[in-house]
């Protein structure tokens, strides 16, 4: 579904990402690992369109959206969860959710299966964003984002911050997307334990460029832990 070829970036003369191929199929989740510093959101950007690349190949569903604004790849069925969440604090949570429909009809009702996988949002629809606590912002974030139907999630780093009990919602949230939706779900994360649980397939980033990838049965086999531990 996602096809990524040889991409390289760079911020200036620094070349940030260098070769870097990856896939990420239907109904799988495939978890994107690496320290801090190594190119993983700067990827996550250029996937997006929110950062250009300097050469490779972008496709998503056989089509090359390489040259396609971020606006254009939502429109195509790519949803982005970005680090920091980057909700609209001053907007209710219903406000948020309806920015994710921003391109469809005004009438267009937001889908009420976001309020069975998070049902807090449903009882805070009239709460300023700003006023939810970090977990609840995320759980906001990743429904806005899934509010348009996409067929890819691309979510980076959304446990960061977040206490337990919603990590372990998150987790349920994205395993029941991908088996029981078929969605496409690239994760890409720092919490090693929530990712190894998740992951389908795995790929480790060191210094731009992919030095590992495999299956996720394959992970401890493989002894990616200490490959990215800090």
Not at 19 to 47: C, F, H, I, W, Y
Not at 219 to 229: H, S, T, W
Request: charge should be positive.
């Amino acid at each position: 579904m996602l096809k990524v070829k040889n991409l390289h970036q760079y911020y200036g003369g620094s070349h940030i990402l260098r070769d870097v191929s990856l896939q990420a199929e239907p109904g799988q989740v495939t978890v994107l690992l690496g320290r801090n510093g190594v190119g993983k959101t700067t990827l996550l950007k250029s996937l997006m369109g929110r950062v250009p690349i300097r050469s490779g190949s972008i496709e998503w569903q056989g089509r090359e959206i390489s040259r396609l604004t971020p606006y254009e790849r939502a429109r195509a069925g790519i949803g982005f969860v970005p680090q920091g969440r980057e909700i609209f604090p001053r907007l209710s949570v219903e406000e948020n959710l309806r920015m994710g429909l921003a391109y469809r009809s005004a009438r267009t009702a937001i889908p009420p299966d976001l309020f069975e996988l998070f049902p807090v949002l449903e009882q805070m629809l009239q709460r300023r964003g700003g006023d939810l606590s970090g977990g609840q912002q995320q759980q906001l974030a990743i429904a806005r984002a899934l509010a348009p139907g996409p067929q890819l999630l691309i979510l980076d780093e959304p446990t960061e911050g977040i206490q337990p009990s919603i990590i372990k919602d998150i987790g349920r949230v994205i395993r029941m997307l991908a088996r029981e939706r078929g969605m496409a779900v690239l994760l890409c994360e720092q919490y090693y334990d929530f990712a190894e649980e998740l992951a389908d397939q795995y790929l480790v980033m060191q210094r731009g460029a992919v030095i590992a990838q495999g299956p996720g049965s394959e992970m401890q086999e493989k002894g990616i832990r200490q490959l990215v531990a800090i």
